[in-house]
């Protein structure tokens, strides 16, 4: 199976901040890396696919970057509302799985 | 408007199994695939398998491979995962999502249901 290991695992930041996020998968995925938006008490919401494409209605903060083993998300000036847990998935092959997620938090 | 509506929270004894429904809505049912995902409380997501809406074919990850079964009936647009011998590690929330794939041939999990918590308790 593919691991996925995402960081930091948690971090605090103040709105209008630029905040990354990275993944790094055990072997190379192409692009294949997805990225999720979790609230809490409430289901993920896909937020990027195929490393860099935004999903419909998101907003255009929201970045993704990346190749091989290495990717990142990038919110490039944090608002109220995301303030959130984020979570990385490869889709190369099967098993799909997740990194472990990282809690942004308000300093 | 898309959605996925899950079936009500469910508490099981060990050894039992559960059946959990998720019902779709707002687009072709059988124009996607259907995963399961699930979610211990505090920990990450841990994906459980997949099945073709149309055709029925299904996938299914290692750890499950002998007591997960998921199903569908296309004339109610619903998707049913089973998941048998209960043990208190399964008690998880669990996410049926509908999965696409784009002719780029990327893959992503892009409509999840609200989720279906499970407790197995003695």
């Known amino acids: 199976d593919i691991q996925m290991t995402q960081s930091p695992s948690s971090l605090s930041a103040s709105v209008g901040d630029r905040v990354s996020i990275t993944c790094r998968a055990s072997q190379t995925i192409s692009k294949f890396v997805n990225w999720y938006q979790q609230e809490p008490g409430k289901a993920p919401k896909l937020l990027l696919y195929a490393t860099s494409t935004l999903d419909s209605g998101v907003p255009s903060r929201f970045s993704g970057s990346g190749s091989g083993t290495d990717f990142t998300l990038t919110i490039s000036s944090l608002q109220p509302e995301d303030f959130a847990s984020y979570f990385c998935?490869?889709?190369?092959?099967?098993?799909?799985?997740f990194g472990q997620g990282t809690r942004v938090e308000i300093k | 408007q898309v959605q996925l509506v899950q079936s009500g929270a469910e508490v099981k004894k060990p050894g039992a199994s559960v059946r959990v429904s998720c019902e779709a809505s707002?687009?072709?049912?059988?124009?996607?695939?259907v995963n399961w995902v699930r979610q211990a409380s505090g920990q990450g997501f841990e994906w459980m398998g997949w099945?073709?809406?149309?055709?029925?074919?299904?996938g299914y990850a290692q750890k499950f491979q002998d007591r997960l079964t998921m199903t569908r009936a296309t004339s109610t647009n619903t998707a049913y995962m089973e998941l048998s011998s209960l043990r208190s590690e399964d008690t998880a929330i669990y996410y049926c999502?509908?999965?696409?794939?784009?002719?780029?041939?990327?893959?992503?999990?892009?409509?999840w249901g609200k989720g279906t918590t499970v407790t197995v308790s003695s």
């Open positions: 999502t509908r999965g696409r794939r784009r002719p780029d041939y990327s893959y992503s999990m892009d409509v």
């Open positions: 099945m073709n809406a149309d055709s029925g074919k299904t």
């Open positions: 707002g687009y072709t049912f059988t124009s996607f695939d």
């Open positions: 998935q490869q889709s190369y092959s099967m098993p799909w799985t």
